[in-house]
């Protein structure tokens, strides 16, 4: 389920980068912290680019702040459980 919304909402390379972040974590390589600061890193910069291109559409904002809220929300089921308050308290 997150690679199908990675895929609408993430290039290749953004997707390769965040499966190399959440394998990371999966790993115990990195902590939770470090985790969510790279997603919204990868998230930022693609709502840049996105904004950039289409300026005058709020629909297509709209959609991909709907699209990466949906994003962490797949990404939560990942995390680990004594992981999930700290997760929350990072993302909401």
Do not use: C, W
């Amino acid at each position: 389920m997150i690679e199908e919304t990675a895929r609408q909402l993430l290039s290749d390379n953004e997707r390769g980068t965040m499966g190399y972040y959440l394998n990371e974590y999966e790993r115990g390589n990195i902590d939770v912290d470090a985790l969510v600061m790279a997603l919204f890193e990868l998230l930022n910069t693609h709502s840049k680019v996105r904004v950039r291109a289409d300026e005058s559409d709020a629909l297509i904002k709209l959609l991909s702040f709907s699209l990466q809220f949906s994003l962490l929300s797949e990404v939560r089921s990942v995390i680990a459980p004594r992981d999930i308050d700290r997760f929350d308290t990072l993302v909401l």
